[in-house]
């Protein structure tokens, strides 16, 4: 199944010519992985914080398409290409219409404590699973 979420570019995303500033991609990339996490794997950056755990970036690769420009629309969409024992693998790509602007590959880690790496929680990889198994609507 895909993971969907629209951001509208905004002034803060652009450079002085009207253009998203690259490291802005990665900030919408941490946004659409936040919220999935809270509304897919039903556990949400705060309760995670709050309860001593996290899911920090592993690993971050990007490859930049076309440009996105101020007001613009990108339909985020986020695939799981693989669940680790305490990792997780996105493919995210992002689009406006028809024009591919971004594609990011993203590892995380889930880490409780001081930041040690710790098996996915039961009703977190319950709910992961249940979610890469599901058929695309």
Not at 13 to 42: K, L, W
Request: hydrophobic content about 45%; glycine content about 6%.
């Amino acid at each position: 199944m895909i993971y969907r979420r629209h951001i509208q570019i905004e002034f803060n995303h652009c450079d002085p010519a009207g253009i998203v500033f690259y490291p802005r991609y990665f900030e919408m990339t941490n946004s659409v992985a936040e919220n999935f996490f809270r509304e897919v794997a039903g556990q949400s950056y705060a309760a995670m914080m709050r309860d001593l755990q996290g899911v920090p970036t592993a690993r971050l690769e990007a490859d930049f398409h076309a440009p996105s420009r101020l007001g613009e629309v990108l339909e985020w969409r986020m695939q799981l290409t693989r669940l680790g024992r305490s990792s997780i693998d996105f493919g995210l790509q992002a689009w406006c219409g028809d024009e591919h602007r971004v594609t990011v590959r993203l590892v995380l880690v889930f880490v409780e404590g001081l930041g040690a790496p710790k098996p996915w929680p039961n009703d977190m990889r319950a709910a992961i699973t249940a979610f890469m198994e599901a058929p695309d609507a």
